[in-house]
């Protein structure tokens, strides 16, 4: 497995979608950024060094017992969690990039969904080792009641943080 450091983290990982289908691509005229409007797109396979963007990362010094570490505003934020928790946006959603960050460890899965956005996914953790997940979407409407609901199967671990 790969191993970076907090600060690559983010930057290490080309934004998936944790949740449903929006990512980067890669094109002849560089990465998209937050700034240009499209639609989502699926993430384009490409050959490189760095991990497929919806990649499993073992991070050294990721833990579940601490929120993992975000390079945005965090708006919601848990950690050391057993089951399932509703973790409410703290001043909701608002239009632009959402960042989640998602550590796990445990054999089994972590369901996490944005009701307010129509987004799910289902992370695979691992026995001994903490999986890192990190992805970012485009917000197109401020939803000021959301909130991210994280779900872990029995035996499971897991800490997010979302940010903006």
């Known amino acids: 497995?790969?191993?970076?450091?907090?600060?690559?983290?983010?930057?290490?990982?080309?934004?998936?979608?944790?949740?449903?289908?929006?990512?980067?691509?890669?094109?002849?005229?560089?990465?998209k950024t937050s700034a240009e409007k499209s639609a989502p797109v699926s993430p384009?396979?490409?050959?490189?060094?760095?991990?497929?963007?919806?990649?499993?990362?073992?991070?050294?010094?990721?833990?579940?017992?601490?929120?993992?570490?975000?390079?945005?505003?965090?708006?919601a934020s848990f950690a050391n969690a057993w089951s399932g928790r509703t973790i409410p946006f703290e001043g909701g959603l608002r239009k632009g990039r959402l960042g989640i960050a998602l550590n796990c460890e445990g054999k089994g899965t972590v369901k996490v969904e944005v009701p307010a956005l129509g987004m799910t996914s289902v992370e695979e953790c691992a026995d001994g080792k903490v999986a890192t997940i990190y992805?970012?979407?485009?917000?197109?409407?401020?939803?000021?009641?959301?909130?991210?609901?994280?779900?872990?199967?029995?035996g499971v671990r897991w800490s997010v943080s979302a940010g903006q």
């Open 1 to 31: 497995m790969i191993t970076i450091t907090h600060a690559a983290t983010a930057a290490a990982i080309c934004a998936a979608v944790l949740l449903t289908g929006t990512a980067c691509t890669s094109s002849d005229d560089g990465p």
């Open 135 to 154: 992805s970012e979407t485009e917000v197109s409407a401020a939803a000021p009641d959301a909130y991210v609901q994280v779900t872990g199967t029995s």
């Open 44 to 75: 384009t396979p490409t050959a490189s060094d760095e991990p497929a963007a919806d990649a499993v990362q073992h991070v050294d010094g990721e833990s579940v017992t601490e929120a993992p570490k975000i390079d945005r505003k965090t708006i």
